[in-house]
């Protein structure tokens, strides 16, 4: 477990002196979401979905009163992000794709296109007819290819509102079957087959707990799960967090069981969900830009201003990251910025850093960074590097499916973008840059992939990665 350097304690996140502009929470879904640009580090990833509903989750009601949000947090003042970001606003969109309430997808015909389940769901049935003989082939054919986040809960819908599917003691939920069935399973084949059946608030959430109840803290886990997410986003799986929770702690009170110093205030800004957002098309006014490089250089020599540093990297926007990022070296006449991470920070808060700056600049490199660290990690705990790779793979492939957005005409199929290919792409100018001497068919992504999996899990992921269309 990670804790901050007592050298660069500073006093609680965020500070106690009484302030305008924390608390406050999007007004609604009535306009439309701004056009985020990907290489602009996106908006946690996925391309904005503009759903006229209400988020009617356990809060009870969307949005929250000012300052209630997350509970158990009602942040008792800070730093003036107000001062620091003048042009910016928070936005006001709904979560992403798979990260609305239980029920609602299942009732929005716009975002839920009605799809032939049955002959898919009797496939999943009865590869799990035996208990001890799993069809895995089958579920590869199945699940590869009908891998989009509402054809799977199409389907798992369709088996839960059909008796002939289970007998009494059957579970009536088709996620329960595959952590029931799937014993004999290898590590990495379980993890991507519970992966895509979950579906992607669930699986956030799965991941969550599982980083928090373990013995020692998994850091990856929680970067994956909650930095650079839409503010929706991190309400949804905050709010579904609680709901499933079997002692009824808020994720927050999970963090401050496992989390301390720099590190737990960082996670306290995130759980906020207040990042605001800049028009990545429109440059930042320039004095606008230079008082805040000027604002973030002071914090970050000396002793460390932690709480200037989290107003930035968990509130500013990534166009205005981006931009400080680029423009620091002419303000200051200094080192780049992220040399001043790197030497001021250490252990999970300048991993942390380091990711959410990487992703303002260019969120899908700091995917594949993160994807490679796992890649070329050891081993380590039974099963878990396995877990990694499958719950990374899966993401990177519903990314490129939510790009793409609509269903086909035909059948309400969903297709393939290019996001994989610019993936691979980047995989291997970083594989260059590391090793020149390397041949290109040494970079390309899936050959890694091939390189660090074996049997079933090996072709599972293949499959998925390759599958361009249902």
């Not at 988020?55 to 009601?61: D, L, V």
């Not at 990495?188 to 992966?195: E, V």
């Not at 909650?226 to 799986?237: F, G, P, T």
Request: glycine share 8%; hydrophobic share 35%.
């Amino acid at each position: 477990m990670q804790q901050g350097n007592p050298m660069q304690q500073q006093q609680a996140y965020p500070p106690s002196q009484q302030q305008q502009g924390w608390g406050q929470q999007p007004t609604g879904w009535q306009q439309n979401p701004p056009n985020y640009s990907y290489n602009q580090g996106g908006y946690g990833g996925y391309q904005p979905q503009v759903i006229q509903a209400p988020y009617n989750g356990a809060s009870g009601g969307y949005p929250p009163p000012a300052g209630q949000y997350p509970p158990a947090f009602p942040p008792p003042g800070g730093l003036t992000t107000a001062g620091y970001f003048p042009t910016s606003s928070i936005p006001s969109i709904p979560p992403t794709v798979g990260y609305y309430p239980p029920g609602f997808e299942e009732a929005s015909p716009q975002v839920y296109p009605p799809l032939t389940c049955s002959g898919d769901v009797e496939l999943i049935v009865k590869a799990f007819s035996s208990k001890f003989n799993t069809d895995e082939g089958a579920l590869i054919q199945v699940l590869s290819k009908r891998s989009h986040p509402l054809e799977i809960a199409s389907r798992k819908k369709a088996y839960a509102g059909n008796s002939k599917y289970f007998g009494k003691s059957s579970p009536k939920d088709l996620l329960d079957i595959i952590n029931n069935r799937t014993f004999n399973f290898s590590g990495g084949f379980k993890s991507t087959t519970h992966a895509l059946v979950a579906g992607p608030l669930e699986l956030d959430v799965f991941l969550l707990r599982k980083a928090l109840k373990r013995a020692g803290t998994t850091e990856q886990y929680l970067d994956m799960v909650l930095l650079c997410r839409s503010n929706e986003d991190i309400k949804a799986i905050s709010d579904r967090y609680r709901e499933v929770s079997s002692s009824s702690k808020t994720l927050l009170q999970a963090l401050e069981g496992d989390l301390s110093g720099d590190i737990l205030d960082l996670y306290k800004a995130v759980l906020l969900a207040e990042r605001y957002w800049d028009d990545p098309t429109i440059p930042l006014p320039r004095e606008e830009l230079e008082r805040n490089i000027r604002s973030l250089f002071a914090a970050l020599t000396g002793r460390v201003d932690i709480n200037t540093v989290i107003t930035f990297f968990v509130h500013g926007s990534f166009h205005r990251l981006a931009s400080i990022s680029r423009e620091w070296k002419s303000v200051t006449n200094q080192k780049p910025l992220e040399s001043y991470i790197e030497e001021k920070f250490y252990g999970h808060m300048k991993d942390a850093l380091s990711y959410i700056m990487l992703s303002a600049k260019d969120r899908t490199l700091a995917q594949v960074a993160m994807l490679d660290k796992s890649l070329r990690a050891s081993s380590g705990p039974l099963g878990h590097k396995e877990e990694e790779i499958a719950v990374q793979v899966v993401k990177l492939v519903w990314e490129d499916q939510l790009r793409v957005g609509s269903p086909q005409a035909s059948g309400g199929s969903y297709t393939r973008g290019d996001f994989l290919k610019e993936v691979d792409l980047k995989y291997q100018i970083r594989q260059a840059m590391k090793d020149s001497n390397s041949q290109v068919k040494e970079r390309a992504l899936l050959r890694k992939i091939k390189s660090e999996t074996s049997g079933d899990f090996q072709r599972f992921l293949v499959s998925l990665w390759e599958n361009q269309k249902a």
